[in-house]
């Protein structure tokens, strides 16, 4: 045996379990790498940029481009926004709008996915590929859509609203002839169709994650409950959902996050940014930073408060969460 082999063996037999256990810890932390980098470059550069940006006075394309510089103002532009009060309305209409859009997407989808899972295979299947239609159309897609329907002149909405006898749409609504009305026009109007497209796109993921945790619950334990007669009210709440409660935990931060974040239906609905009245944080910073004249420092501060609620909020949850596991 040559001295090369002895000393080997002699190193392997020194090394500590303790030794051994934490460079074999590493390992997890070597493949968790480039998917760090790729997050990194693609998510964290992007957002050091706007939080950089927003700090700045910059207006004009010049600047970003790096050709004049960036006046410093600090934190000129969060305290112009913060004592704007056309800000507290921007912020009124993104929450209510958020709560609502979430508290419809939940019962929604949980109401579908209950039926799912009370249907046969063959028909939950097709059911379900006929919901998913909405969730795999395009955001921009299916708002374009929404939008011919509820079109003034030639909209379905309208065509629909005129074929009513002319009595019951007086008696109704006060007028008979709908070619010409703006269902756009009003701001309550024009929220109350845009969370009609929001949930129509966003109830169908729910619907399914929903689905997926059911199926995961004991048959059993239902079937015990309807034999003490336990209503399907009761079995819900008593059985079903505090089951599924960290699905459903999981499910409402990520609809929060979506629908504070809206802005393509917003967009085309609303055909760009001229209706201020109904500006969310997400248009509003757009707006902001691209309408004439730009400014893209605002633009960039009002990101950054907009992405400081969604940490507040993943942040509340991921306590709860903690919370709760302790608790158990």
Known sequence: MSLLTKTSETSAARETPARR???????????????LVIIGVLLLWPLGQVVTM?????????????????????????????T??????????????????????????????LLLNRLGRKMATF?????????ATPALTGTIVWKWIFDDTSGLVT????ALPDGLSNALFGRS???????????????????????????????VSVLAGLKSVPSELHEAARVDG?????????ITFPLLRPVFGILIV?????????????????????????????????????????????????????TLILLVVTGFYVRMVLRQEDES
């Open 177 to 207: 002839d709908w070619t010409g009305y703006g269902w756009f026009n009003s701001p309550l109007l024009f929220f109350a169709i845009l969370t009609l497209v929001v949930v129509w796109h966003s109830f169908p993921f729910i619907a």
């Open 254 to 306: 990520l609809s929060t996050i979506w629908d504070f974040k809206v802005f393509t239906q917003q967009f085309v609905l609303a055909g760009g940014t001229q209706d201020r009245p109904t500006f969310m944080l997400s248009i509003y910073s757009y707006a902001e930073a691209f309408s004439p004249p730009p400014k893209y420092g605002l633009g960039a501060a009002i990101a950054v408060i907009l």
């Open 84 to 113: 704007d009060p056309f800000f507290l309305t921007v912020l009124r209409n993104t929450v209510l709008f958020a709560a609502a859009n979430v508290l419809l997407t939940m019962v929604l989808g949980t109401l579908v996915g």
């Open 127 to 135: 059911v379900a590929s006929c919901v998913m239609l909405a969730w």
């Open 230 to 238: 336990a209503s399907p009210w009761r079995v819900f709440w008593k």
């Open 159 to 162: 065509w629909l609203f005129n």
């Open 21 to 35: 256990r934490r460079r074999v810890d590493r390992l997890p932390y070597l493949l968790l790498l480039p998917a």
């Open 54 to 82: 927003s700090f700045y006075r910059l207006n004009s394309v010049r600047q970003l481009r790096g050709d004049r510089e960036w006046p410093w103002v600090g934190l000129g532009n969060y305290i112009e926004i913060l």
